[in-house]
Nanobody, 122 residues
Framework: QVQLVESGGGLVQAGGSLRLSCLAS????????MGWFRQGAGKRRELVATIPSDGSTNYADSVKGRFTISRDNAKNAVNLQMNSLKPEDTDVYYC????????????????WGQGTQVTVSS
């Protein structure tokens, strides 16, 4: 079983920065893709940024140029550097990982972290 543990959320003023981190723990797995999603009250969970194992990146249009996703494969970790934060970035941010188990062939499993609150005040 894989667990994703997030850290780094909090309260910041508009224009400020926060850095989110997520660490995947467990054994016998390979991470195919890691990413960050966010969800506000009454809204659908939406993609923020993803980074597959080849290191390419994908961003939501709303965060391009402000957020940077990075990955540490040795530590099974993914980070999200968020700069120039806006009040509309206020949400619960969730770490996501798509994983295969070495004993399970190509079957993929989707895991989520518990979520970390990001609040940007105007």
């Amino acid at each position: 079983q894989v667990q994703l543990v997030e850290s780094g959320g909090g309260l910041v003023q508009a224009g400020g920065s926060l850095r989110l981190s997520c660490l995947a723990s467990g054994s016998g797995f390979t991470i195919k893709n890691m990413g960050w999603f966010r969800q506000g009250a009454g809204k659908r969970r939406e993609l923020v940024a993803t980074i597959p194992s080849d290191g390419s990146t994908n961003y939501a249009d709303s965060v391009k140029g402000r957020f940077t996703i990075s990955r540490d494969n040795a530590k099974n970790a993914v980070n999200l550097q968020m700069n120039s934060l806006k009040p509309e970035d206020t949400d619960v941010y969730y770490c996501n990982a798509i994983i295969t188990y070495r004993s399970g062939g190509s079957l993929e499993f989707n895991y989520w972290g518990q979520g970390t609150q990001v609040t940007v005040s105007s």
